[in-house]
């Protein structure tokens, strides 16, 4: 599987923005897919999860109720929308893909293909 993030751009704080993961390659419905984020200077922090079938997904705390995870397995495509951002949303956006189906996973070592991230820049 290969992964292509894109979407990202510099919004305003309070707009929405939506992310988009196209994975190419072998079929990626089995997999749990993830969104990671990093910021200048900080480690690579967990955003949020999906499962295989989409029915379940996990998100951060400091996420939870602005960000939402969905994928379309007939376009091997996966989504994040985000809402309200902030100005500490600011940071690359990574997709991933878990080798095994579990959105509680989130740590990076859990997952073992990578996008090329996506640069997502949110001013005040």
């Given amino acids: 599987v290969q992964l292509q993030a894109s979407g990202g751009g510099l919004v305003q704080a309070g707009a929405p923005l939506r992310l988009s993961c196209a994975a190419s390659g072998r079929t990626f419905s089995s997999n749990t897919m993830g969104w990671f984020r990093q910021a200048p200077g900080k480690e690579r922090e967990f955003v949020a999860a999906i499962s295989w079938s989409g029915r379940i997904t996990y998100y951060a ?31 690359v956006y990574y997709c991933a893909a878990a080798p095994i189906d579990n959105p509680q996973v989130v740590v990076t070592t859990g997952y073992s293909v990578w996008g090329q991230g996506t640069q997502v820049t949110v001013s005040s």
Avoid: H
């Fill in 61 to 91: 705390d400091s996420v939870k109720g602005r960000f939402t995870i969905s994928r379309d397995n007939a376009r091997n495509t996966v989504y994040l929308q985000m809402n309200s951002l902030k100005p500490e949303d600011t940071a």
